[in-house]
């Protein structure tokens, strides 16, 4: 059974900090990972990664993969208020399906 | 844009009743799916749709039955609501190219069932 787990579950930081989140993953036939934001509505898409080491970066947030390890981190660097959000990482398989994560309910207090 | 909506933002059934929840989508994709989400347990596939008229089950079809009748509409249907169907609903949709990774989400339904 394929499995996304992301850690931690929430997270809780002041403006200006810069966070990590972590997404972890055991799939069959793996053929990418994404990142999606998702605040009180549709998640948004954020980042495709398919090839480790190859930093994906979009302003003050990055993500990279690691296809031996199994694993990929989204950075957030001096975060924002607007960066409060749950962000969801989801693996691609077979044909179109994603298997998601729990999410990271991330904070940001003013 | 790619643009999905769901026919509902907000739903409140009782138990027992038969629920449609619909989901439209402009951009001519292949692919429809719908999830339900649950804090601390993210998003869960329910079914899936390829085509017109066909759908497949995912991992959580229990409770649930879909239909596609036109492309860019498909429909979960909770033939008998139940309390732990209290949910936040989403649906998503895809082109079919084998080379296309991402989906696009509508904004969600959130359901109570009383």
């Known amino acids: 059974e394929d499995k996304v787990v992301q850690s931690p579950l929430s997270l809780v930081v002041h403006e200006g900090d810069t966070v990590t989140l972590n997404c972890s993953y055991e799939?069959?036939?793996?053929?990418?990972l994404l990142w999606y934001k998702q605040e009180k509505k549709a998640p948004t898409f954020l980042f495709m990664l398919t090839s480790s080491g190859i930093e994906k970066k979009s302003g003050r947030l990055s993500s990279i993969l690691d296809k031996k390890e199994l694993f990929s981190i989204l950075n957030i660097t001096a975060t924002q208020t607007g960066d409060s959000a749950i962000y969801l990482c989801?693996?691609?398989?077979?044909?179109?399906?994603?298997?998601f994560g729990e999410g990271t309910q991330l904070t940001v207090n003013p | 844009d790619v643009k999905v909506t769901q026919s509902s933002r907000y739903l409140v059934k009782r138990t027992g009743e038969k629920v449609f929840l619909e989901c439209v989508q402009d951009m001519d994709h292949e692919n429809m799916f719908w999830y339900r989400q649950d804090p601390g347990l993210g998003l869960r596939l329910i079914y899936f749709?390829?085509?017109?008229?066909?759908?497949e089950k995912g991992d959580i079809p229990e409770g649930y039955s879909v239909s596609r009748e036109k492309k860019e509409r498909f429909s979960l249907i909770l033939e008998s609501a139940s309390t732990n169907q209290t949910s936040m609903y989403l649906c998503?949709?895809?082109?079919?190219?084998?080379?296309?990774?991402?989906?696009?989400f509508g904004p969600g339904t959130r359901l109570t069932v009383l």
């Open positions: 989801a693996v691609r398989t077979s044909g179109s399906r994603l298997t």
């Open positions: 799939v069959t036939n793996f053929r990418s």
């Open positions: 749709s390829y085509d017109v008229k066909m759908k």
């Open positions: 998503a949709s895809s082109p079919a190219s084998v080379s296309y990774n991402e989906q696009f």
